[in-house]
């Protein structure tokens, strides 16, 4: 049982908060207009620290980077292997597992011991593995590592256990399967070839046993040399020297003939009677010139060669088209008989598989599908029908058909919200798939016990918005929609609009808010415009309102903390408080060209919608006096109240969607009103105003940085008030005010709900991806080490890529193009802040329209410099109090007490900032429908502020009996159907307030407030601080979300550091810190989210999505929520050659490789050319390796348990047969005793 109490002057804590000894607490220094009485407050907390586990569930999407591909026939299983160590094995919708090589090595081949559960993975690192798939997670049972030469190629014959492996060096090693060591028997390059060869063959193309005979190998080289190796007589029966590089080999299925497919873009037909030269030489895309030479084409990767019982035999190959048609797309080519059919595909083709109905490669093979595996995508084509249609991909392949920027996740959704999206969904299905069932069939997966729905929501470069169906740890499409159709073409000739306000995906997502009760759907996007979208079951013409909204901060924003320093708790302000006033556009001026005007035109006719998510209303952020807007970095939604909120570093903004009018408009100074905790000096605002390029700013004053690096890291204790301020320093405010910085552009946003993202800077490039930074304090200096580069230096004009009124924002970068890696950071070295993080990461530039200059870090200078920055975490100057504007990072609407004199809850709007301050805003909504839509919504800041360390991340807030409260919505219905005018339709508001669920109407409520830093519990109204935790020192927290978990509720973190924690609540009392992550980029960074029932999601590579859970009751029935990858299934049998074809085949007798192959035969390899490394020992690995023998287990005791029985019966017969035996003796005694004196003649 936790307990705390609430003394009268409200500041009791549960722990000391900073060295000074002064209140943690930023707001309830001075004395509440009505004090509370003394009370015990008792809140039970049921979470413990073994309700905690980090496990990945299961991974989404298309494998990034593939490289390999293999297919059980039996099993119906596929394997796909990727460039970074991964593998995908994928049977029916359900069935999906990722493994990973820990080396994180290259997949070069993938061969599966076809219908035994088993893979062998060949690596870059010349590594060969054993994967058992016999369990729900795969594990390796064996490795074996090549030390002196590289492996290049794999074959594992049908049912045989040995493996034959070739290398660069152009011999050929077997390695047995069951015990993963190398054989003695090896076929060395110079014993293959001919020994007056000159020259070395190259490395082993290709290996295959003859069809006809198992004990014939063929053995492809990359010069062209070809080989048949006799196994048997260890020598070899045929050379072939070919003029043209091999790239594969295929067999006819009768052994006789082979095809090769050649650089040069022709296939080449050979035959085993007379190998001297080819009987067929074909160029299928190559077309014979005037000359009478061949035209040259690219060469053909690979082909197969598939015959079939009832039609001409198929060939399938990829490449070989002509190199004077350039721009054509990779194609795949289909030659059946004499028709020659070229499929063109959207990626390069990285391999390719024809799936057969038999696995036995001396019988006809009957191909019924081609599966063609893509840079990004994957592709099946249906060779049953003549128009060879593609099979309908069951697998969510295409979340990266447009760059991911952001994903929301939400646990438990209302039931009826999946069928009606996917209802809506199917309408707009593409058509033409082929109607058999998907070839890849394999493994058995049930829906778990445990399920309750799921939803994904992915915003995109393009402006699109997909739903997925996240139900039972699977991933199904639901619904798309489109967000740049709301919005005008731009124009070729439209300079002034299209031209240069956005050039490159101007819709792209930034971040997004669902509220799935009422269906009301927010998107940012990146151009600063929000559009709100409405569900409807019917079509509707309409026209789309659009609001204006200018955001402009005239003010220099936090020069230095107030002298109330000792002090820092406000009480409500007495003074005038800011009124909403609607925006006035300014007169055009010489500076002000570009003024009054959006970045993307709303289309202003009347539009058809289709069922689905319709757009009602567009805001846009507007251009002034020439500059941009900045983009907008916080959003919240609130269907009860009807109210909009949007925040950038700029100010805040506050519509009414029910009446499309703007209520608030203010800039972020003007909120605090006579409470503002800091002393701001004005400033011109034409005076030096500079706009960065979607970065953080930069000091162009280079002695103040000099000064502000010689100090001593302990030089100064830390700021009892707010964060680290100048003051500790001495530093005179005339050094600080000698510099002038850009304004921020909050990069790393958030928002509130599961919407919230981390927003990334738009000007990256894809060099940059590789770079890493290091990351400390949040609250540190605002750039990294480095001088700033002079202007007029010698790469000043070749940097300046934008002109004059260009905007901050170019090509939305997504989050899966982020590459770069942040380490973990230490603490004396390092980048202080994410800000001056990603001022490293990507390259700040500054423009300044009265000096038209651009000063710009270059990356060595910042490289060179990282080493030598060195700086404690509590230094006295932090960047957050340098920043020029703050920045509204977080936004939530509320029932809460906007004053501590407030006895009734009141509809509120939370307001956190980048410079930790916290401020509440109630508003007065009528609460009657018809007076909802006509009279005013009031709002009027009341200077209530609450201080954190670090930017603000999320708010919370909980009852008096720690149970979470939610935000007040409305049920959601159509307003496409006309109203019955007898039962005229009201809105129906669910308001979850705090005195809902409490006797008495004053008890008040907790507020749960988490910053980059700390996290603090507040109870409203006194504004008194009850719990404070600093979650991390040496990092800072990029997500935070409260979250439900195992019936109760906690605060769950995601640090820079790659940490995972969770505090319980109130007391925020640690239960979990697991270093999930060794490294953290900027994708994950951006797209990682918490959601309810202890998940979390992120993009772990620009194609893929990792599913992960926190909750250990979901470890523990993570097992049964799996498919089965390995089911029980009979081989077919092989069919009857019968005699006269055995005969006139001439089949040799079976083929024993284990007589060949053994150590008795061939010796034992040296140990020198491979090491054997037994399989993983990790807990992971033994609770897998202990689920996949179950079944042995089990059948191991019931056989005891038989056996057990039968020594029972066996024990009783024995002791029945003793008792018989001596019943026996006792009656032959007495007899012989009787007869004993008789004679003979008295028988």
Known sequence: MKKFRKVLDGLTTSSPVNPGGSPACGSAAGTPSAAPTPREIEIQETLMSEHFQICKTVRHGFPYQPTALAFDPVQKILA??????????????????????????????????????????????????????????????????????????????????????????????????????????????????????????????????????????????????????????????????????????????????????????????????????????????????????????KPILKVEYKTSRNSEAFVVFSGGLSYDKAGRRPTLTIMHGKAITVLEMDYPIVDFLVLCDTPYLNEVQEPYAVVVLLEKDFVVVDLTQSNFPIFENPYPMDIHESPVTCTAYFADCPPDIIPVLYSI?????????????????????????????????????????????????????????????????????????????????????????????????????????????????????????????????????????????????????????????????????????????????????????????????????????????????????????????????????????????????????????????????????????????????????????????????????????????????????????????????????????????????????????????????????????????????????????????????????????????????????????????????????????????????SWSERESRENSFSRSRSSSVSSIDRETKEAVTTLQFMESYGRKSDTLPTPCLWVGTSLGLVLIIPMSIPTDEQERQEDPVTVAPTGTVLMLKGSILRFGFLDCGGALIHSPYEVWRDQQVPDDPDRPRKRKLVNFSPSSSQEASGDGHLAIVCSERQAKVFLMPSQACLYVHNITESSFVLRADVVSVCNSVCLACFCANGHIMTLSLPSLRPLLDVAYLPLTDMRIARTFCFTNGGQALYLCSPTEIQRITYSQEMCDNLQEMLGELFTPIETPEAQNRGFLKGFFSGNAQNFDREELFGEAAAGKASRSLAQHIPGQGGMEGMKAAAGGVVGE???????????????????????????????????????????????????
């Open 80 to 297: 796909v292997g990727s460039r970074s160590g991964g593998v995908r094995l994928l049977g029916r919708p359900g069935v999906d597992c990722h493994c990973q090589h820990e080396s994180g090595a290259a997949v070069l081949q993938l061969q599966f011991l076809i219908n035994e559960g088993a893979l062998v993975t060949a690596c870059a690192d010349d590594t060969l593995h054993l994967w058992n798939l016999r369990q729900r997670r795969p594990a390796i049972l064996h490795s074996l590592k090549f030390n002196r030469e590289r492996i290049t190629f794999c074959h594992l014959p049908f049912q045989s256990k040995w493996l034959y492996v070739g290398t660069e060096r152009g011999n050929t090693h077997i390695v047995n399967i069951e015990s993963f060591v190398l054989s003695g028997y090896v076929i060395m390059w110079n014993k293959a070839i001919e020994l007056s060869t000159k020259t070395h063959p190259g490395p082993v193309v290709h290996l295959s046993d003859s069809p006809k005979d198992e004990g014939k190998l063929l053995i492809g080289f990359e010069s062209g040399t070809i080989v048949m190796w006799d196994l048997r007589a260890k020598r070899a029966d045929f050379r072939i020297y070919y003029d043209e590089a091999i790239h594969s080999v295929s067999w006819h299925h009768e052994g006789r003939q082979f095809m090769c497919s050649h650089s040069d873009g022709s296939l080449s037909m050979w035959n085993m009677r007379n190998t001297a030269k080819p009987f067929q030489v074909t160029f299928p895309h190559g077309k014979t010139q005037r000359d009478g030479r061949k035209e040259s084409c």
């Open 425 to 857: 969904g199917a309408k707009h299905k593409k058509t033409g798939y082929s109607h058999k069932e998907w070839p890849v069939s394999g493994g058995t997966w049930t829906v778990g016990s445990q399920t309750y729905p799921e939803i994904i929501v992915t915003g995109h470069a393009d402006g699109s918005i997909k739903f997925w169906d996240a139900t039972a740890i699977t991933l199904q499409m639901l619904y798309k929609l489109k967000t740049s159709k709301v919005f005008e073409k731009p124009k070729s000739g439209d300079v002034g609009r299209s031209g240069e306000l956005v050039e490159e995906d101007p819709y792209a997502v930034q971040m997004i808010s669902w509220c799935p009760q009422s269906r009301i759907f927010c998107v940012v996007g990146i151009s600063a415009h929000v559009i709100l979208y409405r569900f409807s079951k019917h079509d509707t013409n309409t026209t789309i309102t659009s609001l204006e909204v200018r955001l402009q901060c005239e003010m220099e924003d936090v020069i230095s903390p107030s002298d109330t320093e000792n002090t820092p708790c406000f009480s409500d302000p007495s003074g005038l408080s800011p009124q909403p006033q609607p925006p006035s556009p300014r007169s055009n001026t010489p500076d002000s060209a570009r003024d009054s005007i959006s970045c993307l035109k709303v289309k202003d006719r009347m539009i058809r919608m289709p069922p689905g998510y319709q757009a009602e209303l567009v805001v846009q952020l507007l251009w002034i006096d020439g500059e941009p807007p900045q983009q907008i970095t916080s959003l919240d939604l609130n269907s009860a109240y009807g109210l909009l909120a949007l925040g950038n570093c700029n100010g805040l903004a506050v519509v009414d969607y029910l009446q499309k009018t703007v209520l608030l408009c203010m800039n972020t100074l003007e909120l605090y009103g006579s409470a503002d905790p800091f002393q701001r000096l004005t400033r011109s605002p034409r005076k030096n105003r500079q706009s960065t390029s979607g970065l953080t700013e930069l000091s162009d004053n280079q002695v103040s940085l000099d000064l502000e690096r010689s100090k001593s890291p302990t030089s100064a204790p830390y700021s009892p008030s707010l964060h680290n301020d100048p003051r500790g320093t001495g530093e005179p405010v005339s050094n600080l005010r000698s510099c002038h910085y850009s304004p921020v552009f909050y990069l790393l946003d958030n928002v509130k709900g599961p919407g919230r993202k981390l927003s990334l800077p738009t000007d990256l490039k894809t060099d940059l991806d590789h770079v890493n930074g290091h990351c400390t304090s949040p609250t540190s200096q605002p750039c990294p080490s480095g001088r700033a580069r002079v202007p007029g230096g010698p790469e000043g004009p070749r940097l300046a890529r934008r002109g004059p009124g260009r905007p901050p924002f170019r090509k939305a970068q997504s989050a899966a193009c982020m590459e770069v890696s942040l380490p973990v950071s230490s603490l004396t070295e390092g980048y202080p802040s994410r800000r001056a993080m990603l001022q490293q990461l990507h390259g700040v530039s500054m423009y300044s329209h009265d000096e038209h200059h651009i000063t710009t870090y």
């Open 1193 to 1243: 287990l089990a059948r191991a005791r019931i056989a005891l348990d038989e056996r057990g029985q039968r020594l029972g019966e066996l024990e009783e017969r024995t002791a029945l047969m003793m008792t018989s035996a001596e019943t026996f003796s006792k009656h032959a005694h007495e007899l012989m005793l009787k007869c004993k004196d008789k004679k003979w003649y008295q028988f």
